[in-house]
């Protein structure tokens, strides 16, 4: 009787959860990303106070950190713990929203590009080319500029839409991969069209690069948000952002350290967290 070695596949979820629960830092990482989301989520059953609210402004602006205020107060008066935590909910769904905006062109524009082939994939990668060439930092800081009274929404749309260029070259080299696969020769003897073959059999092996690039991509998003709301051009006052809390006490930093420590080791951990989860993905789905 004939015993098969053959391991069974596992599905990319199954690749992704044995990756991070691999290596102790992995663990780690999901755990204070975990708390942080959670921070986020119950933001207004875990904030002391409304973030906005400005209930003294001689008093009890610009305070040290103390027992009634542990991450001391702005200049308007306001808590910082409760625009932090704010913060979190903020940052974390502007990084996200963002991301998915991301994924979706990028992945679209690579596959097309890729499955396509031919005159039609010459003409989209000289397009992406000329967007590739223009710094993403510069673009966005041209269009805000701008228009800078720009809503959450519309700018969640921006960091999208300037975030997908690099995904859409790493699905198209995947594509072109696998378009004369097997499978592929089969599902197209069997009768499949185009477009099933492109989103049931083709898209589904490109989870893995997907995924990565989400984790990496949310990171970067959050720490761009940051800066373009540390100057003063990206979440709109009085609105709670990690950026835009250091850039309340930005002209006072040594006499205001708080304003920057507690956001900024906030963001720190976030983007830290997020790039180790990222890592342990990447070392999974290429150890497969």
């Not at 906005?52 to 027992?67: G, R």
């Not at 909910?89 to 524009?109: C, D, E, N, P």
């Not at 940051?226 to 006052?237: D, F, H």
Request: net charge positive; aromatic share 8%.
């Amino acid at each position: 009787m004939a015993i098969s070695l053959a391991q069974p596949r596992q599905s990319p979820l199954g690749l992704a959860v044995r990756g991070i629960l691999r290596k102790p830092s992995s663990r780690v990482a999901v755990f204070i990303l975990g708390v942080i989301i959670l921070v986020g989520l119950f933001a207004p059953l875990i904030a002391p106070y409304d973030p906005a609210a400005q209930p003294d402004i001689v008093a009890l602006k610009s305070l040290p950190p103390s027992l009634a205020h542990p991450f001391g107060t702005d200049p308007y008066s306001r808590d910082v713990l409760s625009r932090v935590i704010y913060g979190a909910r903020l940052s974390l769904s502007i990084g996200i929203l963002a991301t998915v905006v991301s994924l979706t062109f990028g992945v679209a524009y690579g596959a097309i590009a890729g499955y396509a082939g031919g005159v039609i994939d010459a003409v989209m990668m000289r397009v992406l080319d000329a967007f590739l060439s223009i710094p993403r930092l510069l673009l966005l800081l041209g269009v805000l500029v701008a228009w800078p009274r720009l809503s959450v929404p519309a700018l969640v749309v921006f960091l999208g839409l300037t975030g997908w260029f690099g995904l859409s070259r790493i699905v198209r080299g995947q594509v072109l991969a696998l378009k004369h696969a097997e499978f592929v020769t089969a599902a197209l003897a069997l009768g499949a069209s185009r477009r099933r073959i492109l989103v049931r059999h083709l898209l589904p092996n490109l989870v893995s690069p997907i995924v990565v690039a989400a984790t990496v991509g949310v990171a970067h998003v959050i720490v761009l948000e940051a800066g373009l709301s540390y100057l003063g051009i990206g979440v709109p006052q009085p609105l709670a952002s990690w950026g835009n809390i250091i850039q309340d006490g930005a002209d006072q930093v040594a006499t205001l350290w708080w304003m920057s420590l507690f956001p900024g080791l906030f963001m720190v951990l976030t983007v830290m967290t997020l790039n180790v989860l990222g890592e342990a993905l990447r070392d999974a789905y290429e150890r497969r």
